[in-house]
C-alpha cells in the first residue's frame, strides 16, 4: 500500500494559533518491524552543492535515535543513482527539479500486514532549497528541517497537531525549528519503538550537538556565520532555547537555537553548553577560523577527527571518522588511553560505559604517536 504524505507552506500554518493537547501526535497504520532501517540518497539537486544536501539528510535521519529514546534509527547507507521511486527493497532519498504544487517533499510507503517494507522521500523545488552548508536568507527552505519530517513519515508517524512539533503540517520560510523533536514528536517515536532508555529517575545531563558551524570550518573576514545546535534532556525535552555560545576570542556571542552573527579574526573555539533543572551541564566546541581576504585558504591535508554521539539502548556511543591519516594502524584515545589499537579503517565507535551524561576527549594517533588528528570532544 502506498501512502503519500506532505509538507506544505501557506494558509496551513494559521493553523498553528489553534489551542491543542500536549500530546496530539498520530500513529500511521504501520511501523517498521526493525530497529535500525538504512536510507540512500542520491543527493544531486537543482538548488544546492550534493555535499550540502548530504549532510543536511544525514542529520535529519539521525535526529530520530539521537534526540529521543526510542528503540529505533535510521543509518545512511550512501549515496545512489536512483532518479524515482518504487517498491524495491531499497530507502531512497531523491530530488527532482519541478514543482508540486506548494508541497516541497513527499514520503511513499509500502506495507504489508501493517509492517513497513520500503519508503522513499522525494523533494520539490517550489522554492530556493539550502542544504547545512548553506544559508536561507528570507525565501526557500532548509532540506534538513523537511527531511526531518519527512523521516517521521518513513518510520510511522502522521501529523501532529501541536504547532511547534516537527511532525506539524506547515513550515515557515527558512525556519530551523523542526530539525530539533519537540516533547511531542519524542512521545510519538517512543510509543511506536519503545524499550530505549527510560526517561524519569534519576537526572542525566543534556545531550548537546552543534549543527553549525561546521567543525574546523574556514570563513572570510565579515562573513555572516550561522550558530546553531539541539539540546535535548531526558528529564526537561528540548533546551536549544536555554543554550549559552561563547567564543575563545570573543567571550558571549549569543544564546538560543540559532542565529547569526560575524567574528573577528582569528581561530575560534565555539562552545555551546547549556544547563537543565537540576543543575547538569552539558556542551559542544566546533572550531572555525576567520581569515582576512589575502590569508592562503588552508588545503584539507592534516588529519582531521569528527565525533558524533548517540545512544543505542541507553549505552553511550561516541562514532569517531577521521581523515588525511594514512597509517595502516592506528591508536585511538579517550582522555588520553588508548580503547582501540588496530588497522584504520577511518572509523571507529565507541561503547562508553555508563548511561549518564559526561564529556569524552578523543584523539586518533597513529602506533608511533608521530602522527596525530586534532582532539575532538563527545558530550552526552
Not at 41 to 59: D, F, I, V, Y
Not at 113 to 123: E, I, P, R, S
Amino acid at each position: 500500500m502506498i501512502r503519500n504524505r506532505k509538507v506544505f507552506v501557506g494558509a496551513a500554518l494559521a493553523l498553528a494559533l489553534v489551542a491543542v493537547p500536549i500530546y496530539a501526535y498520530n500513529i500511521g497504520a504501520s511501523k517498521w518491524s526493525t530497529n535500525v532501517v538504512t536510507f540512500y540518497a542520491n543527493p544531486n539537486n537543482p538548488g544546492t552543492s550534493a555535499e550540502s544536501a548530504e549532510e543536511a539528510l544525514k542529520q535529519a535521519m539521525a535526529a530520530w535515535s539521537d534526540q529521543s529514546n526510542a528503540n529505533f534509527r535510521i543509518v545512511y547507507g550512501g549515496r545512489v543513482d536512483d532518479t524515482n521511486v518504487g517498491y524495491d527493497g531499497r530507502n531512497v532519498t531523491i530530488f527532482r527539479n519541478e514543482a508540486d504544487g506548494g508541497y516541497l517533499a513527499r514520503t511513499y510507503t509500502w506495507s504489508s500486514g501493517g509492517t513497513l517494507v520500503d519508503a522513499d522521500v522525494v523533494f520539490f523545488h517550489p522554492y530556493p532549497m539550502y542544504g547545512a552548508y548553506d544559508f536561507c536568507p528570507a525565501v526557500g527552505y532548509y532540506i534538513q528541517d523537511v527531511a526531518t519530517h519527512e523521516y517521521g513519515h518513513a518510520i510511522g508517524l502522521d501529523h501532529s497537531d501541536v504547532g511547534d512539533s516537527t511532525m506539524y503540517a506547515g513550515y515557515s520560510g527558512c525556519s530551523m525549528e523542526q530539525r530539533t523533536l519537540a516533547a511531542d514528536d519524542i512521545a510519538g517515536v517512543e510509543h511506536l519503538y519503545p524499550g530505549g532508555s527510560s526517561r524519569g529517575g534519576s537526572n542525566t545531563a543534556p545531550r548537546v550537538s552543534i549543527s553549525s558551524p561546521n567543525n574546523n570550518s574556514s570563513v572570510l573576514d565579515g562573513t555572516n556565520i550561522s550558530f546553531a545546535v539541539s539540546a535535548q534532556d531526558d528529564q526537561d525535552g528540548n533546551l536549544a532555547g536555554n543554550v549559552s555560545w561563547t567564543s575563545s576570542l570573543s567571550g558571549w556571542i549569543g544564546s538560543g537555537t540559532n542565529f547569526w552573527r560575524t567574528l573577528p579574526l582569528g581561530t575560534h573555539v565555539i562552545t555551546a553548553s547549556v544547563t537543565d533543572s537540576g543543575g547538569l551541564s552539558s556542551s559542544a566546541q566546533v572550531s572555525v577560523s576567520v581569515m582576512s581576504a589575502a590569508d592562503p585558504t588552508p588545503t584539507p591535508s592534516e588529519p582531521t577527527l569528527k565525533v558524533r554521539t548517540s545512544r543505542q539502548k541507553g549505552q553511550r556511543k561516541a562514532n569517531l571518522t577521521w581523515s588525511n591519516l594514512s597509517a595502516g594502524s592506528i591508536v585511538v584515545l579517550r582522555n588520553n588511553a588508548a580503547v582501540y589499537s588496530g588497522a584504520n579503517g577511518m572509523s571507529y565507535t565507541d561503547s562508553v560505559s555508563g548511561k549518564g551524561g559526561g564529556s569524552f576527549t578523543y584523539q586518533v594517533c597513529d602506533t608511533a604517536y608521530t602522527v596525530c588528528t586534532n582532539a575532538a570532544v563527545a558530550s552526552f
